[in-house]
């Protein structure tokens, strides 16, 4: 362990008090973070030592709410913060991100004695993993695994996959279905009986999440660590927006670290071409168009991604239908465009940069390979049908965490 991370990792986490310190504490965060992000990448190296400088940072709890010791930074805040971080590695932008969301969670739906429990473990530097998503099913809302009333609390069994952040985390909050099939959160401590965390992530992006796979067999959980996780969409929430909004975040960010990496490239290493009458590759007027292009693709979704964060930050104490769908809304179309302009910030970072910047000892690959594994959480074409419906019938989205 470096001295950095072992610093990190014994003294009490900072405690952030403001949207300003948050942005500041982020760029500073990001510095440490982005070293050997790129090797961390290639060579598939678990970040456990700098997840301990982004969480003892105080950044993992900059929306636990005042009335609980939190900064409670607004959306628009929150969103940049993710994006600074996930220009230095977006495996590492990913892993806060059901954390935040579980967060949210508690916020809306917690009881007074879980939200004293739970924040101040927060404050203090506890991580959230997860284990929501199962392999194999209809959908990701048809959900296998099962919490069973078991004398004095329940029993939980199943097998999740997709648990980014788990293999990291302090607390895995498992989501389930109850005796009434009602979708639970039950919080796990990590070294819980029964509760095994498997390292088997295999894919091509995001290489460094650990998003693999949670094993539950009989294991005991006490009703006082149950959440009514149902009820964020039971009624209108706001669960499902802030947690597209972090999705998109981390795309964006994808897409600024892609479009840096080209920039720097063309102006150091790319060849002009030899039909193109200059003697640098930043003079020829073909590429400048493409890089005009880029850069206009990026500031739309950056603009649209700080329009949704504010639009969520604008709504009330106790949002309506209508006040929900709208967000879920402004989010989607930001969804739309990070999708959009990583993916294309990856792929053309090639074409620009020339033949030398395919090779291996560069990773420029890594992404492309992370933009193409973080945007199929969920796919961006229903963003489209969801904001079409929208303006044209009125159909208001389905209220869920992937809306």
């Known amino acids: 362990m470096n001295a950095i991370a072992q610093s990190a990792s014994t003294r009490p986490a900072h405690i952030i008090r403001n949207d300003a310190e948050a942005i500041a504490t982020a760029h500073s965060v990001a510095e440490i973070l982005a070293k050997e992000a790129a090797v961390r990448d290639s060579e598939r190296r678990l970040p456990r030592d700098e997840i301990d400088v982004f969480s003892q940072s105080g950044l993992w709890a900059i929306t636990v709410p005042a009335d609980y010791g939190g900064a409670a930074v607004s959306f628009v805040t929150l969103t940049e913060v993710i994006k600074i971080i996930s220009v230095a590695d977006p495996s590492l932008g990913q892993l806060p991100q059901n954390h935040l969301g579980i967060v949210d969670v508690l916020s809306q739906v917690g009881t007074d004695a879980q939200k004293e429990r739970f924040f101040a473990e ?13 392999r194999g099913t209809r959908n990701v809302l048809d959900l296998k695994t099962r919490l069973r009333a078991d004398g004095d609390g329940y029993r939980l069994n199943g097998t999740k996959f997709y648990s980014t952040g788990a293999l990291f985390a302090h607390w895995v909050p498992i989501l389930a279905l109850d005796d009434e099939d009602r979708g639970v959160l039950a919080f796990l401590p990590s070294d819980a009986p029964g509760l095994s965390v498997v390292d088997d992530w295999s894919g091509f992006g995001q290489r460094t999440t650990a998003s693999g796979t949670i094993k539950l067999d009989q294991v005991h959980v006490p009703p006082e660590s149950v959440i009514a996780a149902y009820a964020a969409y039971d009624r209108p929430t706001c669960n499902g927006p802030v947690s597209q909004i972090i999705q998109a975040a981390i795309d964006a960010g994808i897409a600024r670290a892609a479009l840096d990496d080209t920039l720097a490239f063309v102006r150091k290493r790319s060849r002009a071409w030899v039909d193109s009458g200059v003697e640098r590759a930043a003079d020829d007027p073909l590429t400048i168009r493409e890089v005009g292009d880029l850069a206009i693709r990026h500031h739309a979704a950056e603009a649209l991604l700080e329009k949704a964060a504010q639009v969520i930050d604008a709504l009330p104490d106790t949002p309506s239908a209508a006040d929900i769908a709208r967000a879920s809304v402004a989010v989607a179309q930001a969804k739309v465009l990070t999708t959009e302009a990583a993916l ?60």
């Open 344 to 403: 294309r910030a990856g792929e053309k970072l090639f074409e620009l940069a020339g033949t030398q910047s395919v090779l291996s000892e560069h990773n420029y690959d890594r992404h492309w390979r992370n933009a193409r594994t973080h945007t199929l959480h969920d796919p961006v074409r229903w963003k489209y049908h969801l904001i079409g419906n929208y303006v044209l019938n009125g159909v208001e989205p389905p209220r869920h965490a992937w809306n």
């Open 122 to 134: 927060v404050l203090a530097g506890k991580r959230f993993g997860n284990g929501f998503s199962e």
